[in-house]
Structures are given as C-alpha cells and as structure tokens.
C-alpha cells in the first residue's frame, strides 16, 4: 500500500513538472492534452509538453518537413489495472505548401511502471514509442489523430505490444 502511494505521487510529481516547464515557455512550446483507446478496449490518457524544432527545410515538392521534441506522462487502464508511462519521441511532421494539414510521425523511448495490462504481456519496462498520426493547425490550435504503438522491438519475449489510437488537442503557449 506504501509502495503503491509512492508511485502515484511520483507521477503526479512528474505532472507537475510538466506544467512547470510549460508555464515557462515560449512561444515555441505547446501543452498537449489526448485521450483515446487502446489494445483489449483500455483507455488512453495523454499529457505531453512540445518543443518545435529550431529548423525546417523544402521535402517532397512543395512540402515542408519539421518537427517538435514531445516529454508525455501516459496513463492506459483496463477495469482495475494500469500502466504509466513516461516517454519521449522527435516526431516529424509535413506539411504540402501553406496547408493547414499535416501528417506527424515518430519513434522515441518510454519507460513504463508495469509491464502487463488487459492480458497483454510487454515483458520490459523500456519501450519504443512509435506514431503516425494527421493533423489541422489553426493559429495557436491543433487538433490530431494519432495512431501509437508501443513495444520492445523483441528483445525480450513475450512482446505482446499495445496499440492506441488518441484524439489530441495541443495549444501553443505564448
């Protein structure tokens, strides 16, 4: 009971953090909020902080290819289990000409707290984050769809991975 009391303010301790640093930011951060479902019909929470990419350049024709690092506080639950996640992932995003419309993609690391959920073993702490996702930028708003996976690439076995598909609203902070 001790034990689990502990884990649950260390990562609300990690939220904090989070909206510390985006209280702080610039105009080149943004606070994500997401929620969705995932593998076994588990719900999908998300909190991440974004920081753009400092360049961009001409990709693909008329395309623009950038991106933003993401730090995200994760949270899945099937009735009464759970896992927390942190991760971190660059993710890159392209855009055709002046369009609002962009398609993001990215793989990172997390680190979960539990390795097992709804039946779904991931055998490891330490996970790769993978997405694909579409998106609309209007001004300060954005507004995506993102499809996650997350598993440990088979370096240890069983390696059932989880699957999400998250709605997210980011803002960016002046």
């Avoid at 985006?22 to 997401?34: K, P, R, V």
């Avoid at 993609?105 to 997390?110: D, E, L, P, S, T």
Wanted: proline share 2%.
């Amino acid at each position: 009971m001790h034990q689990a009391r502990l884990k649950q303010a260390a990562w609300r301790s990690l939220a904090v953090v989070l909206f510390a640093l985006a209280s702080h930011a610039g105009a080149d951060n943004a606070i994500e909020l997401a929620a969705g479902k995932g593998s076994e019909n588990s719900d999908a929470l998300r909190l991440a902080w974004q920081r753009s990419w400092d360049w961009q350049t001409a990709f693909a024709g008329n395309g623009l290819l950038s991106g933003f690092h993401a730090l995200s506080i994760n949270r899945w639950r099937k009735g009464d289990e759970s896992i927390s996640a942190l991760a971190y992932s660059p993710v890159f995003t392209w855009r055709h000409g002046g369009s609002p419309w962009y398609l993001q993609g990215g793989i990172g690391v997390a680190y979960l707290d539990r390795t097992r959920i709804a039946g779904r073993i991931l055998s490891s702490r330490w996970q790769f984050e993978d997405q694909l996702g579409i998106g609309r930028q209007q001004g300060r708003h954005d507004l995506a769809l993102v499809y996650r996976h997350y598993s440990n690439a088979g370096f240890s076995k069983p390696n059932h991975g989880i699957d999400l598909v998250l709605f997210s609203y980011s803002m960016t902070l002046d």
